[in-house]
């Protein structure tokens, strides 16, 4: 694990200094959901309370493991990710929150299946990278890290990161044969 692995493991939102709220999340055809976010200042007050928010609102839903800003109304480029609980995950670095975040690399495809809170009802097989570099800014701080993720994780972060590109995972699925849906 890098340095920048180990920043990103070690945060915790009681860095933002702020209690987060717990938000109402938008379900599709919400037009947040197809727009793509814009890039933020992670520093300012208004982001900061939302990182805490977007924790507070994935917390209290039940088998969540990111939520992205879009999901909450607020369209921009901000999400947080805690993949530790699930029973699908091999490594992790806990729960964050990444503001501004891209894929810098990536490789390993592989088709498994994803669902969504804003897409209640239906889950659907995704290709994604099993494997990736993320480069992103923490919230408050404003603070630059690049992490490596690797399987359940990773597919978290791709998931999270179409959010805030305007595309949900039913964008990215190969046809409505690969649709279904959701059993529980």
């Not at 701080?141 to 992490?147: A, F, S």
């Not at 805030?164 to 409505?176: E, I, M, N, P, T």
Request: net charge negative; proline share 5%.
């Amino acid at each position: 694990m890098s340095e920048a692995d180990d920043r990103v493991t070690a945060w915790s939102e009681a860095e933002l200094g702020v209690p987060g709220r717990v938000l109402d999340v938008v379900r599709a055809p919400d037009v947040v959901l197809s727009s793509a976010g814009g890039e933020i200042d992670p520093t300012r007050p208004a982001m900061v309370q939302l990182a805490a928010d977007l924790v507070a609102t994935m917390r209290v839903s039940p088998g969540c493991v990111g939520l992205a800003a879009p999901q909450v109304g607020v369209g921009c480029r901000m999400f947080c990710v805690d993949v530790s609980a699930h029973p699908k995950t091999k490594g992790h670095h806990g729960t964050f929150v990444l503001c501004n975040a891209e894929v810098v690399e990536s490789s390993r495809n592989e088709k498994a299946r994803e669902g969504c809170m804003s897409v209640p009802d239906l889950t659907g097989d995704v290709k994604r990278a099993s494997r990736l570099v993320v480069r992103g800014v923490l919230p408050g701080t404003g603070e630059p890290v690049e992490l490596t993720a690797s399987a359940f994780e990773a597919r978290a972060l791709q998931h999270e990161i179409d959010h805030c590109a305007g595309l949900l995972f039913l964008d990215r699925v190969s046809g409505a044969h690969a649709v279904y849906a959701r059993q529980t």
